[in-house]
């Protein structure tokens, strides 16, 4: 990945809001929506588990090299061999360091993807704020920016995660990272494959260095499709269409005015309860 100077030391402050952040307890009779296995990936590392939630359709390329290489266990082991403090976390080399690369070709950019027109007419899109280039909300537990042309691009925020690459626009390949604070810098610049829905405080914890002195691990890495039932993440995300979100949004328009940002808000996950 191109080395990018570190955003403002936001991590502590988003992280301790979290996707997970609490919710009055009328919320309980409110709509939540399972997150399907088929989208969620299952990183062990030495710090604990953290879930992420695939995101194909905005980078489809992208998401199926990282389910390949898991599948493979090219990840399996890999070092976070760049950890920037309020800025983002590393790995997926199978070197190690910066500039490796697995034995798959290169990928093309997905910066951007298309969408079609009734995304932004209140079907799967919660708008949160306006910006110079367009609508900003979320798609899922996702933040994006829709330009009102039928373009979208996933936000650099928490817990978001990108595919890493050299100077090149076209040399992604297996280096994957996670924000631990936003850089909305990077928006439309890497490829937006994911977004942390489980373990943000593991997230948090992972040793820091360029390289760290004492590296943290992937130590598996799962589609949890593949994982036997038992053992796969249940989950579910708040509708960001519904009153539970539409309350929060109005919340922190109150409280923030003007400053609210795109990455000040959150969508909230928790695990199903069972039948």
Do not use: K
């Amino acid at each position: 990945m191109t080395r990018v100077l570190p955003g403002l030391a936001l991590a502590a402050a988003v992280l301790a809001a979290g996707l997970a952040s609490p919710l009055p307890a009328h919320s309980a009779a409110l709509e939540w929506r399972p997150i399907p296995d088929a989208e969620l990936l299952v990183i062990d590392t030495s710090r604990g588990r953290m879930t992420v939630q695939l995101r194909p359709d905005f980078a489809p390329l992208a998401v199926e090299r990282i389910l390949r290489l898991a599948r493979e266990g090219v990840y399996d082991g890999l070092q976070f061999h760049r950890v920037i403090p309020g800025f983002v976390a590393q790995t997926g080399n199978p070197n190690n360091r910066d500039g490796g690369v697995s034995a798959h070709p290169d990928l093309p950019p997905e910066f951007i993807f298309r969408t079609p027109g009734f995304l932004t007419h209140g079907q799967g899109f919660a708008a949160a704020r306006r910006s110079a280039e367009g609508s900003e909300g979320f798609l899922g537990v996702n933040p994006v920016v829709l330009d009102g042309r039928g373009r979208g691009w996933g936000a650099y925020c928490t817990g978001t995660a990108g595919m890493g690459r050299q100077e090149g626009v076209r040399t992604a390949n297996s280096e994957i990272f996670f924000m631990l604070a936003p850089a909305r810098r990077l928006d439309h610049d890497y490829t937006v494959w994911g977004q942390v829905v489980e373990g943000l405080d593991v997230l948090a914890a992972i040793a820091p260095g360029e390289p760290p002195t004492a590296p943290d691990r992937m130590i598996r890495v799962r589609p949890a499709a593949d994982l036997p039932a038992i053992e796969r993440p249940q989950l579910e995300a708040l509708d960001v269409q519904g009153p539970a979100f539409s309350r929060r949004l109005a919340e922190a328009r109150r409280a923030r005015g003007a400053d609210l940002g795109l990455c000040d808000l959150s969508v909230p996950v928790r695990t199903r309860a069972g039948p």
